[in-house]
């Protein structure tokens, strides 16, 4: 079993319309959780933490089920700067700073 | 906003050839990491840096790498006789106390 497994993708959607984003996990001693988007050919960048009471930052929910080792992304109203490919990330942290764990990204397009 | 800084951006090295990439982490950071990517796949960690010692290592990072960090500021990472399938995108990343990390913008290694 994968350590992080997300939707294969590629999701292609109008502007406007609603996504959402599936991603489980495999250690239940997982301690944090992310997710990340990454344009093409260039670095990860953190799009927002994941905590189990579920949080939003504008057009994006990320939700959180440690008893199903599942992690959501829901992002609303879609636009064309929102075509990116989205990597679900889990940190196994530790006292020395716990290495990541990423998903293979689920690609999104957003079309006019 | 502080950075993560790499170089170069592009290196391309012959089959059995040494290289060093280069990273600045963020100045008052504490653990510092090396990940790749392989073209078309995921993100994998490779090693963790952290009190001036490697904390943590993937199956990936065999003898032929190795980790310094010489001068309090610099980060490198050296792979002593480059295979061509070490071809790949490899990110340093640092984060504080905070487990927040940003990434570099990566050095694309091209080995031929």
């Known amino acids: 079993r994968k350590e992080v497994e997300q939707d294969p993708g590629p999701f292609n959607v109008p502007e406007g319309a609603t996504v959402a984003f599936n991603c489980t996990y495999s250690?239940?001693?997982?301690?944090?959780f992310f997710w990340y988007r990454q344009d093409c050919r260039k670095e990860p960048k953190l799009l927002m933490s994941?905590?189990?009471s579920g949080n939003e930052d504008g057009r994006f929910t990320a939700q959180l089920n440690r008893a199903s080792q599942y992690i959501s992304l829901l992002i609303r109203d879609s636009k064309l700067s929102d075509s990116a490919t989205y990597l679900c990330?889990?940190?196994?942290?530790?006292?020395?700073?716990?290495?990541?764990?990423f998903g293979q990204g689920t690609e999104l397009s957003v079309k006019p | 906003e502080p950075e993560v800084t790499q170089t170069p951006s592009h290196q391309v090295t012959q089959m059995g050839q040494e290289v060093i990439l280069r990273c600045v982490p963020i100045?008052?950071?504490?653990?510092f990491y090396w990940y790749r990517q392989i073209l078309g796949q995921k993100v994998e960690f490779l090693v963790s840096?952290?009190?001036?010692?490697?904390?943590?290592k993937s199956e990936i990072f065999d003898d032929q790498f190795s980790v310094e960090r010489p001068d309090g500021s610099n980060f490198t990472l050296k792979i002593r006789s480059t295979k061509l399938e070490d071809s790949a995108m490899y990110f340093c990343?640092?984060?504080?106390?905070?487990?927040?990390?940003?990434f570099g913008s990566g050095t694309r290694l091209t080995v031929v």
């Open positions: 990330v889990v940190n196994m942290g530790g006292n020395q700073g716990g290495k990541l764990i």
């Open positions: 250690n239940s001693a997982s301690q944090s």
């Open positions: 840096f952290y009190n001036n010692e490697i904390s943590e």
């Open positions: 990343a640092s984060r504080s106390r905070v487990p927040l990390n940003t």
């Open positions: 100045s008052n950071h504490l653990y």
């Open positions: 994941v905590y189990s």
